[in-house]
């Protein structure tokens, strides 16, 4: 089990530019999370998809911010155009619909916007 | 609404003491509570989690937690601190239950544990 893989782990960019984050779940999990974790607000939940469909966006902060999930293993978040506020550290968790199943977070691909 | 509070950013504790982390609740409904521990440039693990049943919850690495209710509390301790074991720890609540309780996870703001030699 490779555990949910997130790319690229580090991205670097300029104001204003289109940033996409994506995320590999683990095989067979059928629910996905977007999470943003940052000093001053700590881990918010941006969006959670279950057998690809979004259920909740409450958490995403903006219309510059969009997520997809075109199959049960891929998904992406992007943000057009990026900022500097968006600088933080995404994380993308994955989990099964079963009782007591625990979310499984990938490594988190850490955003720098310039 | 659910909120969880953890207090103390930072514990700092020798090896081979006691570990307590504190973490308080506020749920509308019976919550299932959660404890992850995050290692430094990796994701969260679940360390352990309470539903319903026996309100003490014994995790991995030797951690538990117990849930009381009349407090609001889940409170995490380990006997015996280990150097391994410095990390950020977060409290989680989710109200809304469901299958998994995973769907409407709110963290705490996490404490960042260091073990002294």
């Known amino acids: 089990d490779a555990g949910v893989i997130q790319s690229p782990r580090h991205e670097v960019t300029e104001m204003g530019q289109e940033v996409t984050l994506r995320c590999k779940p683990i095989?067979?999990?059928?629910?996905l999370f977007w999470y943003r974790q940052t000093m001053m607000r700590g881990l918010e939940l941006l969006i959670y998809?279950?057998?690809?469909?979004?259920?909740?966006d409450s958490g995403m902060p903006e219309d510059r911010f969009s997520a997809k999930m075109p199959n049960a293993s891929f998904s992406t978040l992007k943000i057009q155009p990026s900022e500097p506020r968006d600088s933080a550290v995404y994380f993308c968790?994955?989990?099964?619909?079963?009782?007591?199943?625990?979310?499984?977070f990938g490594n988190g691909t850490r955003l720098t916007v310039t | 609404a659910q909120s969880v509070t953890q207090l103390g950013s930072h514990v700092s504790v020798s090896e081979g003491a006691l570990v307590l982390l504190r973490c308080n609740y506020s749920s509308s409904v019976p919550p299932y509570l959660f404890w992850y521990v995050q290692y430094p440039n990796q994701g969260l693990q679940l360390l352990l989690k309470y539903t319903t049943g026996a309100t003490l919850v014994k995790g991995i690495n030797g951690f538990e937690a117990e849930f009381k209710k009349s407090e609001t509390s889940f409170h995490l301790t380990k006997p015996s601190a280990h150097m391994s074991d410095a990390a950020e720890y977060f409290c989680a609540v989710s109200d809304l239950g469901g299958t998994t309780g995973n769907e409407k996870l709110t963290f705490g703001t996490g404490t960042r544990l260091t073990i002294i030699p």
């Open positions: 998809f279950n057998n690809n469909v979004p259920i909740d």
């Open positions: 095989s067979g999990h059928n629910s």
């Open positions: 968790a994955s989990s099964v619909d079963r009782d007591n199943s625990p979310l499984h």
